[in-house]
């Protein structure tokens, strides 16, 4: 075995180890405990109480079920609040690629005259990510478990040269971590506050573009300070903060 073999498989093993540690996560038990409480408050009706609950687990894990996005979407359109009710649907829908929550968003964003919910290629493609992410996970390790397996033989029975497998598995396990670590589309987010002022830069001094409604979903295009830069109907605009909501 070549030194260059050497170094490929060690950084495979290395790599694989990351990818098994960092892959899988869950509830504490802390936020079980809050979800139950959340839970009962909701079966009771208690809609604003258990509300409180489920942003205080989101905000602390920043881990979401999607029976508790639903529940936090159903809260926020029963209270009015179809901006942050279309906030929790879009993140449903980023886990389950449910079509009746595309429905629903794209429902109200017709009531209510705003723009950005009609459904892309990339969108489908990583919500179905998300609604099989185990299966996907049990595919791409397998691949990856297949090609070590090779590359252990022939680096210690037949001693013949596994420089491809090697290669070949680094690239699946790198594959598995960018689909499940980085976006497959811009980022977006949802306007949650009315009058919200676009303007041509980061700055309170720059030209005004275009005051609109709460509810639009934009592509993020990059952040700068208190200013986040989005596009609006084709062209670069800069919005505060403070008034969108990342969704992803």
Do not use: C
Not at 22 to 50: I, N, P, R, V
């Amino acid at each position: 075995m070549s030194k260059k073999q050497n170094n490929i498989f060690k950084f495979i093993s290395i790599l694989f180890i990351g990818m098994m540690a960092t892959s899988f996560s869950s509830f504490g038990g802390e936020d079980k405990g809050l979800l139950a409480q959340a839970d009962s408050l909701f079966k009771l009706q208690k809609y604003t109480e258990s509300f409180e609950i489920y942003e205080q687990v989101l905000e602390g894990s920043n881990e979401a079920s999607p029976q508790m996005l639903m529940k936090m979407a159903y809260i926020k359109e029963g209270l009015g609040d179809y901006s942050q009710a279309l906030y929790f649907l879009n993140k449903y829908y980023q886990q389950t690629s449910d079509k009746k929550a595309q429905n629903k968003m794209e429902e109200l964003a017709t009531d209510h005259e705003v723009n950005g919910f009609a459904l892309s290629d990339t969108t489908l493609f990583k919500g179905l990510v998300h609604k099989y992410y185990a299966e996907f996970n049990l595919l791409i390790f397998g691949v990856a478990l297949f090609l070590i397996g090779i590359v252990l033989y022939r680096k210690f029975k037949s001693g013949s040269n596994a420089t491809p497998y090697a290669v070949s598995a680094v690239v699946v396990l790198l594959l598995f971590f960018w689909l499940t670590n980085f976006e497959l589309s811009e980022p977006k987010g949802i306007i949650i506050e009315d009058h919200a002022y676009l303007m041509t830069g980061p700055s309170g001094g720059a030209d005004l573009i275009e005051v609109v409604k709460k509810g639009h979903r934009l592509n993020i295009l990059d952040e700068a300070g208190v200013w986040i830069k989005v596009e609006w109907n084709g062209r670069e605009a800069y919005i505060r903060s403070k008034m969108i909501k990342r969704i992803s």
